[in-house]
C-alpha cells in the first residue's frame, strides 16, 4: 500500500537558520496537505497543494509540491523560535490519505 | 470553527480492562477519523467512518474497534487494554471530499498500567 516517509525525524537549528523537511511518496499522490503541531498541542492544518510543479508561500514558509507529484517539501526562511514543533505531510493516493512520520523542529534562540 | 472535542485529556487503565475514548464534532462532518500518535512513527490510523453506522479498518486495527451511531460521535474501544497501547490518540473529522483539510481534538494520552 502507499507509504509517505518524511525526512528527517529531527531537526536543531539555531534562530535565524532556515529548514527543510521533505516527504516522498512510494505512489503518485493526488494531493498532499501539511500540517503543524505544536508541543503540547494537535495538528493544525497549514496548506494544499495539488498541482504538479507547485509552489506556495506563506509567509516564511515556501511548500513545493514535486513535478512526479510523489514528494512535497516544505522551507522555513530564518527560523524562529515560534515555528517550534512537528511538522506533518500527508499525501493523498486515490481515497486513502497517509500521515508522514513528522519532523520535530527544535529551535535555539 | 470546527470544534473536535475528546473526552478526556489523560486516561490511565489497567491490563484486561475495557476502554472507551470519546469524540465529538460539531460541524457536522461526515468523515471521522482515530489515530494514534507515537513517537518516530507519526500518525497512524486505527480506523475511519464516512457516514453514520460505517466503518472501515485502518492501518493498524488489532485490538480496537469503533462505533458510531451518531455523525457528531465516534467512539474508540480498546476491548481488553494492553500495556502497548499506551499512547497519545488523536480524533479528526473532515468533510467529504478529497481537498478538505481533516481538523483535530487535542487527544488523550492514555496509559495502560
Known amino acids: 500500500g502507499q507509504q509517505v516517509m518524511q525526512i528527517p525525524q529531527y531537526q536543531h537549528v539555531q534562530e535565524g537558520e532556515d529548514f527543510t523537511t521533505y516527504c516522498n511518496s512510494s505512489?503518485?499522490?493526488?494531493?498532499i496537505q501539511w500540517y503543524k503541531q505544536r508541543p503540547g498541542g494537535h495538528p493544525v492544518f497549514l496548506i494544499q497543494?495539488?498541482?504538479?510543479?507547485e509552489v506556495k508561500k506563506q509567509k516564511r514558509l515556501t511548500f513545493q509540491f514535486g513535478e512526479a507529484k510523489k514528494n512535497s517539501s516544505l522551507h522555513i526562511t530564518a527560523t524562529q523560535t515560534t515555528d517550534v514543533g512537528t511538522y506533518f505531510c500527508?499525501?493523498?493516493?486515490?481515497?486513502?490519505?497517509?500521515f508522514g512520520a513528522g519532523t520535530r523542529l527544535t529551535v535555539k534562540p | 470553527d470546527v470544534k473536535v472535542t475528546q473526552s478526556s485529556r489523560y486516561l490511565v487503565k489497567r491490563t484486561g480492562e475495557k476502554v472507551f475514548l470519546e469524540c465529538v464534532q460539531d460541524?457536522?462532518?461526515?468523515?471521522m477519523f482515530w489515530y494514534r500518535q507515537d513517537p518516530g512513527l507519526g500518525l497512524r490510523l486505527i480506523y475511519f467512518?464516512?457516514?453514520?453506522?460505517?466503518?472501515e479498518k485502518g492501518d493498524i486495527p488489532e485490538g480496537y474497534s469503533v462505533s458510531r451511531e451518531k455523525k457528531e460521535r465516534f467512539s474508540l474501544i480498546l476491548e481488553s487494554a494492553s500495556t502497548n497501547q499506551t499512547s497519545m490518540y488523536l480524533c479528526?473529522?473532515?468533510?467529504?471530499?478529497?481537498?478538505?483539510?481533516?481538523?483535530f481534538g487535542d487527544g488523550t494520552r492514555l496509559s495502560i498500567l
Open positions: 497543494l495539488v498541482k504538479s510543479g
Open positions: 505512489t503518485t499522490l493526488s494531493n
Open positions: 500527508a499525501g493523498r493516493d486515490n481515497n486513502d490519505m497517509r
Open positions: 467512518s464516512y457516514d453514520v453506522k460505517m466503518k
Open positions: 479528526a473529522s473532515k468533510r467529504t471530499g478529497g481537498n478538505q483539510p481533516q481538523h
Open positions: 460541524m457536522d462532518h461526515e468523515n
